[in-house]
């Protein structure tokens, strides 16, 4: 029972960080001086559903 | 019933990380730290599940993920050189067999610790990986802080952590020291967060984690997790602003808590007075003299699991101060109780060398780190907390491993890449500021 109830919990925060993880551009990328050619060139292309 | 809302899980999980390759990563993370596959009776047990999970997130970060400006840390390069001095000694050590066994697991360790920090390439991927340890790890602290306080723990190796085989973080001393490291950065969570935004829900769910943390070395009955716990009071100190209200706090907190405590962890405690009467300390001081004189016969290391050849006599006081003559005791194939004997008697002086230094590097890093970041406001506010809090989990398993052979606990080795990944996270950002004067001169090129 108590073992269920902890694992429940902490498995439940673990799935929605991932989920909240899923939804945050930075995770992957954040902004740097040196791609700021490459990101005007970017924005006028079609945007990318994973980033 | 559990075994399949764990491979729910696990398959979610799996399927997020295809979205997004560093969540692999975390997969990893989660499966070294929780082991699902000894939680369950079937399925999983049957799948190698950790392989699987490091094989994606390598090969997640080989073909997905941004490699521009990768920097590689000092104590990366140490940590490889640890690895293959391991190997060395592997082939050659005392008992082959036995070795090898400690071999498998603890490569993967050092290996998946030098990878770490080639992922961390953004704040929210540090943020999560600490994140996720600290989760993961909560699925045993919570399980060991509700169970101490339904039935008083019940002494050394009688808390039930889910686990019976009582290795990995299953292991009493262990988790009782890194339930007190991670409580700094626990504490960092509830100022600085962004995953989850440290609201009134986070500051509370982060209180009663510390306070699970702190309930472990009491269910465990485990004096290193006392020592811990008076070090990790003495480290806050520097981080705290009204000193004196904080220690008036630490003595009423201290004192109104001794009631509540349970009579097998005070006797055990007290214990720590009379260690020249108690066997497992007195073993612990034979062992570690054993050790020593192992070492300079052998400078290089037994390897893996040397100490299965020690024969150690030592005295044992039947009753403190009594008059009556100490009783000999004779025992062999005594563990170590120490990572720094586990380091000398397996590794010799070069591991414990290279040892010492990715440990001691770590920590003189987080200072440098936390000095250079201390201004409370702008862009990086967040950084000079996570690396104090960093450092001061550091320290405390730095003590504990004076008492648990600790030496290759994975989960430490994951503290370790999170160092060395925001160490070279903000090198790059450093390197990135110095260059913005000269790009905005510079005519775009049309690349």
Known sequence: MIDNLALGLSHGLMMLAAFLLLKRPDLDREPSPHDSSDTKRKSTEKPRHDA | ?447
Not at chain 2, 58 to 68: E, N, Q, Y
Not at chain 2, 103 to 132: C, G, N
Not at chain 2, 425 to 435: C, D, I, N, P, T
Request: net charge positive; proline share 4%.
């Open chain 2, 1 to 447: 019933m559990r075994d399949l809302a764990f491979i729910a899980f696990l398959l979610a999980f799996f399927g997020m990380g295809f979205k997004r390759p560093f969540l692999l990563v975390l997969v990893y993370v989660y499966i070294d730290i929780v082991s699902p596959q000894r939680l369950t009776y079937l399925l999983l047990n049957s799948v190698p599940i950790s392989l699987i999970a490091v094989a994606l997130a390598v090969g997640g970060w080989i073909l997905a993920d941004d490699k521009r400006d990768t920097r590689v840390g000092g104590r990366q390069v140490l940590i490889v050189l640890l690895l293959l001095y391991c190997w060395g000694t592997t082939i050659t050590a005392d008992f082959p067999v036995e070795a090898k066994e400690k071999w498998d697991w603890v490569w993967k360790a050092l290996a998946f610790a030098a990878f770490l920090p080639l992922t961390l390439r953004t704040r929210v991927r540090i943020e999560a990986l600490l994140l996720f340890m600290i989760l993961a790890a909560s699925s045993i602290i919570v399980v060991g802080g509700i169970k101490t306080i339904a039935s008083g723990g019940g002494g050394y190796g009688q808390l039930n952590l889910m686990v019976d085989n009582n290795s990995g973080l299953y292991e009493g001393s262990t988790i009782s020291a890194v339930a007190i490291a991670i409580v700094p950065i626990i504490v960092w969570f509830m100022h600085h967060g962004t995953i989850f935004r440290p609201d009134w829900r986070v500051k509370a769910y982060c209180l009663a984690l510390v306070f699970a943390c702190l309930l472990i070395p009491v269910g465990t009955s485990t004096r290193t997790g006392l020592l811990c716990i008076g070090l990790l009071a003495l480290l806050s100190i520097r981080n705290v602003k009204r000193k004196v209200a904080y220690l008036a706090m630490l003595g009423v907190l201290g004192l109104a808590a001794i009631p509540f405590l349970p009579s097998t962890f005070t006797n055990r405690m007290n214990t720590i007075k009379t260690y020249d009467a108690d066997e497992s300390a007195s073993t612990r001081l034979a062992v570690w003299k054993w050790t020593i004189e192992y070492a300079k016969a052998n400078p290089f290391g037994g390897g893996f699991n040397a100490y299965l050849g020690n024969h150690i006599r030592y005295d044992l006081k039947t009753t403190p101060g009594a008059a009556e003559a100490p009783k000999v005791e004779v025992d062999k194939a005594r563990a170590y109780h120490s990572a720094y004997f586990e380091m000398l008697g397996e590794q010799g002086y070069p591991g414990l060398a290279i040892w010492l230094a990715i440990n001691l590097i770590g920590i003189v890093r987080m200072e440098f780190i936390r000095r250079r970041y201390r201004d409370p406001d702008g862009e990086f506010a967040w950084v000079g907390p996570l690396a104090a809090a960093l450092q001061s989990g550091h320290i405390v398993y730095l003590l504990g491993a004076g008492f648990i052979a600790i030496a290759f606990q994975p989960f430490v080795y994951m503290l370790i890449g999170a160092q060395i990944g925001l160490d070279t996270y903000l090198a790059r950002k450093r390197s990135e500021q110095s260059f913005r004067p000269m790009r905005r001169s510079a005519v775009p090129s049309p690349a």
